[in-house]
C-alpha cells in the first residue's frame, strides 16, 4: 500500500511538472516572437525560446523550498529530456548525443547565469545585449532585442505575482493564453 502511494504521488507530480513544461513550451512558442521579434524559427532559435521560459520559470522559483524546489527540478529534468529526444529526433546518433547535450547544457546555464544578473538587477540593456548575443549572435545590431527584454522583464513581473500555490498545482502564468503583448 505504501509504494502504491508513493507511486500515485510521484504520477501527480509528473504530471504537474509536465503541465507546467506544456505551459512553458506554449510561451515560448508564441508566433509573435519568431515573426515580430525576429526569433530564427529554427530549432537552435526554438531552444533559445524554451530556454529563456524555462530561465524565467526557474528564476521566480528560486530560494523556494520543499514541494516549490521539486516541481523546479522536475521541470528542469523534462525539460532536458525533450533536448535529448528533439536531438534524436533530428538525426543525431546516439554516440554523438552526450556531447551535444553537454554544449546545450552548458549553453542553457550561461544564460540562466547571465539572464538572471540582468534579471536581479532590472538591466535592460544588459538583459538586450545578452539576448542578442545568444538568440541572433551572427546579427550585429538585432533591433528587436530592446523589445524582446521588454517583454522578458514582463513576463519576469507577471511570475512574480503568480501565487507559489497556483504554480505547484501546474499554472506558471506563462500560458499561451496569457501572451504578453507589446
Same mark, same amino acid.
Given at each position: ?21 506544456? /505551459? ?11 515573426? *515580430? ?6 530549432? +537552435?532559435?526554438?531552444? *533559445? ?5 524555462? &530561465? ?13 524546489? *521539486? +516541481? ?17 529526433? !533530428?538525426?543525431?546518433?546516439? &554516440? ?22 540582468? +534579471?536581479?538587477?532590472?538591466?535592460? *540593456?544588459?538583459?538586450?545585449?545578452? !539576448? ?10 538585432? /533591433? ?14 507577471? +511570475?512574480?505575482?503568480? /501565487? ?19
Amino acid at each position: 500500500m505504501f509504494k502504491r502511494l508513493i507511486s500515485s504521488f510521484g504520477r501527480t507530480n509528473r504530471a504537474i511538472g509536465e503541465a507546467a513544461y506544456s /505551459e512553458i513550451v506554449a510561451a515560448a512558442r508564441q508566433p509573435q516572437y519568431y515573426s *515580430e521579434m525576429q526569433v530564427p524559427d529554427t530549432p +537552435l532559435g526554438r531552444f *533559445e525560446m524554451i530556454s529563456l521560459h524555462m &530561465i524565467l520559470f526557474l528564476h521566480r522559483l528560486r530560494g523556494e523550498q520543499g514541494a516549490a524546489a *521539486e +516541481l523546479a527540478q522536475d521541470v528542469t529534468d523534462i525539460f532536458f529530456t525533450e533536448v535529448d529526444h528533439s536531438l534524436r529526433e !533530428l538525426g543525431i546518433g546516439d &554516440i554523438s548525443v552526450p556531447k551535444r547535450m553537454k554544449k546545450l547544457a552548458k549553453m542553457f546555464y550561461g544564460r540562466a547565469e547571465s539572464y538572471g544578473e540582468a +534579471l536581479d538587477e532590472n538591466a535592460r *540593456e544588459a538583459l538586450a545585449a545578452a !539576448l542578442a548575443r545568444n538568440i541572433r549572435p551572427e546579427t550585429d545590431d538585432w /533591433e528587436q532585442a530592446p523589445d524582446l527584454a521588454d517583454q522578458v522583464l514582463a513576463l519576469r513581473d507577471r +511570475l512574480a505575482d503568480q /501565487e507559489t500555490g497556483a504554480i505547484l498545482q501546474g499554472r506558471t502564468g506563462l500560458g499561451s493564453d496569457e501572451g504578453v503583448s507589446k
